[in-house]
């Protein structure tokens, strides 16, 4: 099933489909190894929803709202 990285509930796994966003947030969650394929871990949702902290590549990573909602995952069942 395909959704945004926002509306993953905590524990759930995915990988990334594609990324979404303009110029700057793009390059930046491209930097930061949020590509196409790669394995994303919810950890962790502040107690607002934001931010978010997830695993990927091996590392903790924390993502505004707003960064997650550009990024299109195929959740994992």
Do not use: H, Q
Not at 6 to 30: A, M, P, Q, S
């Amino acid at each position: 099933m395909e959704k945004t990285l926002d509306t993953f509930e905590i524990g759930e796994v995915g990988r990334v489909k594609r990324v979404g966003g303009e110029g700057k947030i793009k390059r930046r969650l491209f930097d930061m190894g949020i590509t196409p394929g790669a394995e994303i871990f919810l950890r962790k949702k502040a107690p607002l929803g934001d931010p978010i902290e997830v695993t990927i590549r091996g590392y903790e990573l924390t993502l505004r709202k707003t960064e997650a909602a550009c990024v299109m995952m195929e959740a994992e069942k």
